[in-house]
């Protein structure tokens, strides 16, 4: 069994299937892409994987247990930490408060989760932001924030949302090198993106879906190379 | 060691208070300020640092202003028993309420709470076999010197003012500034917000459930009117964590002084002064200003919530260095 497993999700809004029928595997150790155009259904399988909304059908399995239907926070304290894309800061709290809010899943005294969150925060180079209200920080930091706070529940699954999206060139070689030390560092990770330059260079597999099916699944050069992932993305002129 | 300073000094000044000022008037006025900084942080608790409106602190106060009152009425049992007794009760109350009701997002919680109070005022009102009904229920009280209420409320407030000063260091605090901050990224962080909101809001009824045991105790008697008021307890309540400050320590206890004193020279139409004028004028014009303006203390909370959202939004603590400047203490820093 795979490390982490979808089987057949499907999620209806009224009589929209905004996922449907999705079935995917990813092993451990791995950066996983999830692309596809906008609307497509990546988020929203995300919130099916951390229970935020419920599954209409289907299964998710980690470590070979089932996790659907778990509360949102049971997810959390089995390991998947997620970003979301409209990032949620903590907005009237400081940098350093925002990750021990969250360090303290783990830790049983304040001491030892101000450490943990001390440490998330220098891994994630926010060190001189520590004191900075959330509020303040533009969006790059806000990005950062995000995954510092998932990263101090240690998750050994982390969903990333568009952790690059805003963000200026400069600041997505950041964020690339950012999510190769977390992969680095042994956690798995299930991406989403719409920079192709870093799920490209990053993912080992990436999957890509259109109005909520899978329309493509393979490594980074058999998802570009696919005819159906083209016409999705540029249209059906540009199909090859 | 600057910073602790001020509080000893105040708590010097509180503990020698009622042994320097021996009229029995300005003590109970001392009093009703210490309970309403336990009603206060305890408001503030739940409204103010997790974020959750609650618009029915009287259905925490008057359910353990009840459980005192109830315990010598019905089973001839020291109304002293209604502290530990109306902690029980309070939180007993606000667990399933909570469980229920947390479902409930932004001012639908909060009128939820409304109905809360709203229901067991009717309940108290109803039920005379148990309470009385609207005659109230008169308890006899332990002490006729008002000193010994003075020290219980006293170590009330400041039960009230370290406690949440202590959970909002620790876990549970950051907690709940986080579901305040945002419910859905909170959740996402493993932390269970339902649970702890249920705990948030337990620790609040046992602050308020507490000041309302004691409120039973101190004033001797107790009507349904009285005790889940809307404007006199659960409106107040809101007041006190506004004008003080949500989310500060110190709000609530700089809360509970302004508004006692508001309330009570509306009450007694400006500690006498019109009363005064009055008489001595004899004018006729005189006797109906004095008779407004004491009714009109209400009116008084709504013109001062208006004066402090406008230019005090985070209150007199949380805007502290803002009303200096106002008042022109600050002078130095523009020059």
């Known amino acids: ?240 | 060691m600057k910073l602790s300073a001020g509080p000893l000094i105040l708590l010097g000044v509180l503990l020698a208070f009622p042994l320097v000022i021996q009229d029995a008037y300005y003590q109970h006025l001392m009093i009703l300020v210490l309970m309403w900084v336990a009603v206060g942080s305890g408001w503030n608790l739940i409204s103010g640092y997790t974020g959750q409106v609650l618009f029915g602190a009287a259905a925490f106060f008057g359910i353990g202003a009840y459980a005192a009152a109830i315990l010598p009425h019905q089973f001839d049992a020291s109304a002293w028993w209604g502290l530990p007794l109306g902690v029980i009760v309070s939180v007993g109350l606000a667990f399933p309420f909570g469980w229920i009701c947390f479902r409930l997002r932004g001012p639908y919680f909060a009128l939820g709470t409304l109905a809360l109070a709203e229901i067991l005022r009717h309940v108290a009102t109803i039920w005379e076999s148990l309470t009385n009904g609207m005659v109230g229920i008169l308890v006899m009280q332990t002490w006729i010197s008002k000193v010994p209420y003075y020290y219980m409320a006293l170590a009330l407030a400041i039960l009230s003012t370290v406690g949440v000063k202590a959970v909002m260091g620790s876990r549970w605090g950051y907690y709940f500034v986080s579901i305040r901050e945002d419910q859905d990224a909170a959740e996402s962080l493993g932390i269970n917000t339902l649970y702890y909101k249920m705990i948030s809001l337990g620790l609040s009824a046992v602050l308020i459930g507490l000041a309302g045991a004691l409120y039973t105790n101190y004033m001797g008697f107790i009507d349904p009117k009285v005790v889940f008021s809307l404007h006199d307890v659960s409106i107040m309540a809101i007041l006190v964590g506004i004008v003080g400050g949500v989310s500060t320590v110190y709000g609530p206890a700089v809360g509970a002084f302004i508004m006692v004193a508001v309330m009570e020279a509306f009450r007694s139409a400006g500690f006498g002064l019109l009363p005064y004028l009055t008489k001595s004028t004899g004018w006729p014009f005189m006797v109906t200003v004095t008779k407004y303006v004491s009714e009109a203390h209400v009116l008084s909370f709504g013109i001062l919530v208006i004066v402090v959202i406008l230019y005090l939004p985070n209150g007199v603590v949380g805007d502290w260095s803002a009303l200096k400047r106002m008042l022109g203490f600050g002078k130095r820093e523009a020059v």
């Open chain 1, 1 to 240: 069994m795979a490390y982490f497993e979808t089987k057949n999700i499907v999620k209806y809004f009224g009589g929209l299937a905004a996922v449907n029928g999705v079935s995917f595997q990813v092993e451990q150790g791995q950066i996983y892409g999830l692309i596809g155009p906008n609307g497509s259904g990546k988020t929203t399988i995300f919130n099916l994987i951390n229970s935020y909304f419920p599954l209409t059908k289907g299964d998710v399995y980690f470590e070979g247990e089932k996790i659907s239907g778990l509360k949102t926070h049971t997810v959390c304290q089995r390991g998947i930490g997620r970003t979301f894309q409209v990032v949620k800061p903590l907005k009237r709290m400081t940098v350093l408060d925002n990750v021990i809010a969250s360090a303290f899943l783990h830790a049983r005294t304040k001491a030892e989760a101000v450490q943990l969150a001390e440490k998330t925060i220098e891994f994630c180079d926010l060190a001189p932001l520590e004191t900075k209200v959330a509020k303040s920080l533009p969006i790059a930091s806000r990005k950062r924030l995000e995954i510092a706070r998932a990263l101090a529940t240690k998750p050994k699954l982390l969903l990333l949302d568009e952790t690059a999206a805003g963000l200026n060139p400069s600041e997505v070689e950041l964020a690339i090198d950012l999510i190769k030390k977390i992969r680095d560092s042994g956690t798995t990770i299930i991406i989403v993106e719409h920079i192709m330059r870093v799920i490209m260079t990053i993912s080992d597999r990436i999957l890509c879906i259109n109005h909520g099916m899978v329309i493509a699944e393979g490594t980074p050069a058999e998802v570009a190379s696919n005819p159906q992932v083209i016409s999705a993305y540029l249209g059906e002129d540009y199909r090859a």
